[in-house]
């Protein structure tokens, strides 16, 4: 009796397992539920390049891959990142003279592509513009910090296309205790410590083959490669497009395919049908033996006895093609990250709180991708640049506190105003009055700097005969006994 009681609690236990992850099940409905048990490096290696191509095929020739790259240039960047340095000394006070001389060294830097760009072609805005469209379109960027340059701040950036990092690069012992995988050669932590580049006469990788197998080997040190991280040991990274590009090109297909049955239904083409009779020449035999007759807008033909015509009309588009396109524009959303409305320029029954719960989650990614692009891309940046500027005296600090400036940096994002911005400033108001939100809270959030404003007002000349008048710098109240 105890051995059956044991026997049958263990088999039940067993079936409890064997249906605890349904996900985890075999059987005929999940058979087509395929995956992949190889290594993370391999299935990128494998895919990568496919997959970037036909990204790139999208971003040039699909409306919603198109649009979806906008999305992200437009809201992650915008008009630009704003730098905004406030170096503190050890009593916590801010040395603003010394933040307003490396804000605008940067500027100056920034604005001339001849300092900015190895190329001399683009200004800073382009590269944060470049950076994160290719980041979003091909997975990663590629973009080299040169010391050394030949202008006044001896500090340029260049950006590479990916494919130059060779995902065919791979050596497992390269003779000094690393491993390169897929052209990023790593030590034993898995910390990039080189990038292998192919390298041609003129930096372009369609000559690739022409020059055989030679590649460039740059220290970890120059290069921002940065891109979003799905798995904890990945080297390189896949297109952000890649969940969503299956459904974006049956989509395209199927509005194709639409567009073509609603042009032959809009011609009501017709055929022609002979039936006992004398014989008739509508206008000529083709080639094909089949007789063709030409009809001009708003004509009718008159046919011979033993003709008939059939008229064709598909009855395109159809009813089902509105839903059809929505319900796979809200995949597409979902896998892209963004919302509907705004990729599908689609905004017919929304209302004010609807498209706002929606715009507020988009937003929140929006935000989150600035704040990484802060830290990875344009933080290294500045760093390097402003070691660069100090030792060649564009920056005039002292070299040795390089230190309370390095780390001094913010870089303001984008920010969106709300249809009813009255609204949101009043709230804002009562926030401030009750302590609950700062000033400089409130301008953050609208994307400007608080100081910097308190500055231009203070500054700001005021027009004759208004309630305050500024001069050298001071406010004046009639009234007051000042300058009365």
Excluded at 12 to 41: C, Q
Excluded at 82 to 90: E, F, H, K, S, Y
Excluded at 104 to 112: I, P, Y
Aim: hydrophobic share 35%; with cysteine; proline share 4%.
């Amino acid at each position: 009796m105890r051995r059956n009681w044991f026997t049958k609690l263990f088999a039940g236990e067993k079936r409890l397992a064997r249906r605890a992850y349904a996900a985890a099940a075999s059987n005929r409905l999940l058979a087509d539920w395929v995956f992949s048990g190889i290594a993370n490096h391999e299935r990128v290696k494998a895919d990568w390049l496919t997959t970037t191509m036909r990204a790139r095929d999208h971003a040039q020739n699909n409306a919603y891959g198109r649009k979806f790259l906008q999305m992200v240039v437009k809201n992650v960047v915008g008009t630009g990142f704003r730098l905004n340095v406030v170096p503190r000394d050890a009593r916590g006070g801010i040395d603003k003279a010394a933040g307003d001389m490396i804000e605008d060294a940067f500027r100056r830097w920034g604005e001339n592509p001849q300092y900015c760009d190895m190329a001399g072609r683009k200004t800073w805005l382009d590269f944060q513009h470049g950076f994160i469209r290719t980041v979003a379109r091909d997975g990663h960027s590629l973009i080299r910090m040169v010391s050394g340059a030949d202008n006044p701040f001896a500090f340029g950036l260049k950006a590479y296309d990916p494919r130059v990092l060779d995902v065919d690069k791979n050596d497992a012992n390269p003779g000094n205790g690393n491993q390169i995988i897929m052209g990023v050669e790593v030590n034993t932590w898995g910390k990039p410590v080189a990038y292998h580049l192919k390298r041609t006469s003129d930096n372009s990788i369609e000559t690739e083959y022409r020059y055989g197998d030679r590649h460039e080997r740059i220290p970890a040190e120059e290069i921002i490669m940065w891109g979003i991280e799905e798995y904890d040991d990945q080297i390189r990274y896949m297109t952000w497009m890649a969940c969503g590009m299956v459904q974006m090109q049956h989509l395209a297909k199927y509005e194709e395919a639409e567009l073509i049955a609603s042009r032959m239904a809009a011609a009501k083409t017709g055929f022609l049908i002979q039936k006992e009779g004398p014989n008739y020449d509508p206008d000529e035999e083709e080639s094909d033996g089949a007789y063709r007759m030409k009809q001009e807008p708003g004509e009718v033909q008159l046919l011979p006895p033993g003709w008939d015509y059939k008229a064709n009309d598909p009855q395109h588009p159809t009813t089902a093609y509105p839903s059809a396109r929505k319900g796979f524009l809200q995949g597409i959303s979902s896998a892209l990250g963004v919302a509907y409305n705004g990729l599908a320029n689609d905004l017919e029954g929304v209302n004010f709180s609807s498209i706002r719960s929606g715009v507020l989650d988009e937003r929140d990614e929006w935000m989150m991708l600035q704040a990484l692009m802060a830290r990875h891309f344009c933080h290294r940046v500045y760093s390097n640049w402003l070691r660069a500027a100090m030792l060649t005296g564009q920056v005039n600090l002292p070299l040795a506190k390089i230190g309370k400036f390095i780390n001094a940096d913010t870089w303001l994002g984008r920010r969106w105003m709300w249809v009813d911005p009255l609204k949101d400033a009043q709230t804002n108001e009562i926030l401030v009055r009750h302590g609950w939100k700062t000033n400089g809270q409130i301008t953050a959030e609208i994307g400007g700097n608080y100081e910097d404003n308190v500055d231009a007002i203070t500054n700001e000349p005021q027009l004759p005969g208004s309630d305050t008048e500024t001069t050298n710098g001071q406010a004046n109240t009639p009234g007051t006994g000042q300058n009365d």
